[in-house]
C-alpha cells in the first residue's frame, strides 16, 4: 500500500487554488515537510514560508531556495500585511490557548481576496474497529490523558472562527482518512501503519502522563498496554489481527475581503 500523508486530504489543491499561488505561507510548520508539499503543487515561481514556534521542530527540517524555515509565533507573525496569497496553518490551532489571535494574523498577512486555510482533525469523533477488544479504546484514553490544552474536537469549530475573524466566501470540506494495520481485511484504506505497541507508546508519553496519574494509576495503565499487546502479539502470530479507524479531517477555507481573488 503507499505511504500516503493520511493529513493530506484528496481534493486539497483545488480547494487551496495552489495551482495560483505565488506566496504561500504555512504557520506552525513543524519541519516543514508540508509546507514542501504545499510548495510542490504551487506554480514553479512560487515562493513559501513556514513558520514554527519550536526552534528544535524547525532544525529538523532545512530551508531551500523556495522554502525558507523561520522561528516565530503564530499570534505575531513578522511578514508584511496584505504579502501572501495562501495562508494556511494545519493542526494548529487545535494547540493553543487563543485560536482567533493565530487566525487574526493569519488573515492581516493575507493579501485583499487571497485564501486562509486550516487542516484541523477532529479526534474525539475518531471510530474504528480492531480484533483486540479494547484496543482503540484504550488508545482514545491515551490520546486524551496526553492531549494537555489541546482541544482534540477543534475541526467542527473552524467555520465558526473563520467568520469570527471576518473571513468571506468560507466553505468547508471534510475527509475521513482510514488508517489500518494487519490484514487485508479493510481493503477501503488510504493509510497503513504496523501495528502500535502500546506498552512503547505509555513509556513514550511519561512526562505527559506523570502529572496526571498517580504511580498507581500509571501502574494500572501499563498493565493495560501489556495485556492488549499480549493478546495482539497472539493475534498477530495467527495472522488474525487487523484494525482500521477513522476520524473526520476539517479543511475550511475563507476568502479576506476585499481586493479581486489572489493570484487570479
Ligand atoms: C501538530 S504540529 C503540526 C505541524 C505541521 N503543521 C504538520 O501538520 O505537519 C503543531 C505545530 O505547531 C507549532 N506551534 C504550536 N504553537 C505555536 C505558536 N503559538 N506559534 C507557532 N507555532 C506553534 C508546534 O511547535 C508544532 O510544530
Not at 495560483?20 to 510548495?39: E, K, N, P
Amino acid at each position: 500500500m503507499p505511504d500516503i500523508d493520511p493529513m493530506i486530504p484528496p481534493g486539497l489543491v483545488d480547494f487551496l487554488d495552489l495551482g495560483f499561488a505565488r506566496r504561500i505561507v504555512d504557520v506552525g510548520c513543524g519541519s516543514g515537510s508540508f509546507t514542501s508539499y504545499l510548495l510542490g503543487q504551487a506554480p514553479p515561481t512560487a515562493v513559501a514560508i513556514g513558520l514554527d514556534i519550536n526552534r528544535a521542530v524547525l532544525k529538523e527540517g532545512r530551508s531551500s531556495k523556495d522554502v525558507r524555515l523561520m522561528l516565530a509565533a503564530a499570534e505575531q507573525i513578522p511578514i508584511l500585511s496584505d504579502w501572501s496569497d495562501m495562508v494556511i496553518c494545519r493542526r494548529l490551532l487545535m494547540n493553543l490557548p487563543k485560536p482567533s489571535a493565530a487566525l487574526g494574523e493569519m488573515v492581516r498577512i493575507a493579501k485583499r481576496g487571497g485564501l486562509v486555510a486550516a487542516i484541523e482533525p477532529d479526534f474525539l469523533a475518531e471510530r474504528g474497529h480492531s480484533t483486540v477488544p479494547g484496543e482503540l479504546e484504550f488508545l482514545q484514553k491515551l490520546l486524551l490523558l496526553t492531549s494537555k490544552g489541546s482541544d482534540l474536537g477543534f475541526g467542527p469549530k473552524c467555520v465558526a472562527l473563520f467568520k469570527e475573524v471576518g473571513l468571506s466566501e468560507i466553505e468547508a470540506l471534510v475527509h475521513s482518512p482510514v488508517t489500518v494495520s494487519g490484514g487485508d481485511s479493510f481493503p477501503t484504506a488510504h493509510c497503513e501503519r504496523s501495528a502500535r505497541r502500546l506498552v512503547e507508546l505509555v513509556t513514550k508519553w511519561p512526562i505527559e502522563l506523570e502529572p496526571r496519574l498517580g504511580k498507581a494509576d500509571l501502574d494500572a495503565l501499563m498493565k493495560e498496554a501489556r495485556d492488549l499487546d499480549r493478546v495482539r502479539d497472539q493475534q498477530v502470530r495467527d495472522a488474525e489481527y487487523a484494525s482500521a479507524s477513522s476520524f473526520p479531517l476539517w479543511m475550511v477555507r475563507g476568502r479576506k475581503v476585499g481586493g479581486m481573488n489572489a493570484g487570479r
